[in-house]
């Protein structure tokens, strides 16, 4: 007698059958008929953070809910080829991939509403033996997702964030003239003369989901908006959305949107501070209830302590950029130049701003929120089950953690030697990201820019 094997049921599996949900696919159906789209965005985020994706005739939603769509698996990397002349993240002979939509995701472009778009999660294609149906080990947003979730199921545990985007916008009407060794920020004559770009990206945003609380112009060009916090995994698809929107602006006004983590020396860099919070169910465990004065429980002090820890070994996340580093060496007043704490101390690495709250200085604008915040919860997690003691507040120049790493080369020697943070990313993804910014170092190191024609072109020996 032959037997059957049995049946096996795999995520890809599982994410169809979420989006065969009748319920949900007769509302999406009748949004998209109220809102008259006529084509649908399905987008996922590279390695690098860039967005990538088709777009389909609405008409084939149903279609693409149970087949989504295929792309070549070195889009992850941007298509990118190395110095060798190498395509990054598999080679033209790997296989494609397939995204497929999550339903909660969809939305409709307030700019032209005839558009809209999902997140996707990523899949290996169901004929590849062995691996068919399972994540995409290089889906760095379902990554995030399944690090949290079992972050959450094994503490009970769910990390919270809210992003500060800092950027900059450049073009006619956006020049500044202040006084020497003074700043602008919060000049509201300066928000004034940027109300077309605040007040669209504000009602766009707001359209997309993001619950925009307060923004202020802070340096020549630079404005920085906020919203709400929240869940860390929408934290990451609203700055990815919000990067989304400002480009779109940008299109519209005629003037350019940067994230540049560093535009020129003498400016203030473009962070893109985390603040973080730890939550069982109503309750913030960082702090404790009633308390008013500045303090953090235990459990916030070893979540500090695996932060702080593993704070070189993320630096290559968090300034992934050769740019980033900039921020650092000519950091002004609010760039940190070592790793260390403080109570509501702007200079430092982590400042407890207020009760229960921890903001992460090192991320800067050009940050994959997706691998920022996977390794946040790996650091966390790290720091909780090793009781890590984060130390007093720093008052001085000394710090008990490794050194901050202040090139990208530097950053990347410190990420290949802290497997916690490469774990958090997973070993495939890891390697590639590595790979990816290496390559980029190497570039740089192998260009000539014009600080050198300015020291040495006409300089005698």
């Given amino acids: 007698m032959t037997r059957t094997p049995p049946s096996?049921?795999?995520?890809?599996?599982?994410?169809?059958?979420?989006?065969?949900?009748?319920?949900?696919?007769?509302?999406?159906?009748?949004?998209?008929?109220d809102a008259g789209v006529e084509y649908v965005y399905y987008q996922s985020v590279t390695v690098n953070g860039r967005v990538i994706g088709k777009v389909v005739p609405a008409v084939h939603l149903l279609r693409n809910l149970e087949k989504g769509v295929q792309m070549h698996r070195t889009a992850m990397a941007d298509f990118q080829v190395d110095r060798a002349g190498h395509l990054l993240g598999?080679?033209?002979?790997?296989?494609?991939?397939?995204?497929?939509?999550?339903?909660?995701?969809?939305?409709?472009?307030?700019?032209?509403?005839?558009?809209?778009r999902f997140f996707c999660r990523l899949y290996e294609p169901e004929h590849r033996p062995d691996v068919?149906?399972?994540?995409?080990?290089?889906?760095?947003?379902?990554?995030?997702?399944?690090?949290?979730?079992?972050?959450?199921?094994?503490?009970?545990?769910?990390?919270r964030s809210g992003c500060e985007p800092e950027m900059t916008w450049t073009g006619p009407g956006m020049d500044v003239?202040?006084?020497?060794?003074?700043?602008?920020?919060?000049?509201?004559?300066?928000?004034?003369?940027s109300r077309p770009i605040y007040q669209r990206v504000m009602t766009y945003a707001r359209a997309l989901g993001l619950d925009m609380i307060e923004g202020d112009y802070e340096d020549p060009?630079?404005?920085?908006?906020?919203?709400?916090?929240?869940?860390?995994?929408?934290?990451?698809?609203?700055?990815?959305?919000?990067?989304?929107?400002?480009?779109?602006?940008?299109?519209?006004?005629?003037?350019?949107?940067?994230?540049?983590?560093?535009?020129?020396?003498?400016?203030?860099?473009?962070?893109?501070?985390?603040?973080l919070s730890l939550w069982r169910g109503d309750e913030n465990v960082l702090a404790e209830p009633g308390r008013r004065e500045l303090h953090l429980t235990e459990t916030g002090r070893h979540a500090l302590g695996g932060i702080l820890s593993h704070a070189a070994g993320a630096m290559a996340v968090m300034g992934p950029t050769v740019n980033s580093y900039k921020r650092y060496?000519?950091?002004?007043?609010?760039?940190?130049?070592?790793?260390?704490?403080?109570?509501?101390?702007?200079t430092r690495t982590v400042r407890l701003s207020a009760n229960g709250r921890l903001e992460f200085k090192l991320p800067d604008a050009m940050v994959n929120p997706y691998l920022s915040h996977a390794v946040l919860i790996a650091a966390i997690s790290d720091g909780l089950e090793n009781r890590t003691d984060p130390?007093?507040?720093?008052?001085?120049?000394?710090?008990?953690?490794?050194?901050?790493?202040?090139?990208?080369?530097?950053?990347?020697?410190?990420?290949?030697?802290?497997?916690?943070?490469?774990?958090?990313?997973?070993?495939?993804?890891?390697?590639?990201?590595?790979a990816y910014k290496s390559d980029e170092w190497a570039r740089f190191c192998g260009a000539v820019t014009d600080w050198e024609h300015m020291m040495y072109s006409e300089d005698t020996p």
């Fill in 8 to 33: 096996t049921t795999t995520a890809m599996d599982r994410h169809r059958e979420r989006n065969a949900d009748q319920e949900s696919v007769d509302a999406l159906l009748r949004r998209i008929a």
């Fill in 90 to 116: 598999g080679g033209t002979q790997a296989a494609e991939f397939t995204a497929l939509p999550d339903l909660g995701t969809f939305a409709v472009l307030p700019w032209d509403t005839s558009v809209g």
């Fill in 132 to 159: 068919g149906g399972r994540p995409l080990a290089t889906d760095v947003r379902g990554n995030l997702v399944r690090l949290h979730e079992e972050f959450t199921g094994r503490t009970g545990l769910e990390l």
């Fill in 177 to 193: 003239h202040h006084r020497p060794d003074s700043s602008p920020a919060y000049r509201v004559d300066l928000l004034e003369r």
């Fill in 221 to 275: 060009g630079q404005i920085e908006l906020n919203w709400m916090y929240d869940h860390a995994d929408l934290t990451a698809d609203r700055l990815v959305t919000y990067r989304q929107i400002c480009r779109q602006v940008a299109r519209e006004l005629g003037i350019k949107a940067s994230f540049m983590p560093k535009p020129a020396t003498g400016m203030m860099g473009n962070g893109c501070h985390h603040n």
């Fill in 329 to 346: 060496w000519d950091c002004g007043l609010f760039a940190p130049s070592q790793i260390d704490w403080g109570m509501d101390d702007k």
């Fill in 391 to 434: 130390g007093p507040p720093q008052q001085g120049a000394d710090s008990r953690f490794t050194a901050l790493p202040l090139t990208l080369g530097e950053a990347l020697d410190a990420f290949s030697g802290d497997p916690v943070v490469s774990k958090a990313l997973g070993e495939e993804t890891a390697a590639l990201y590595h």
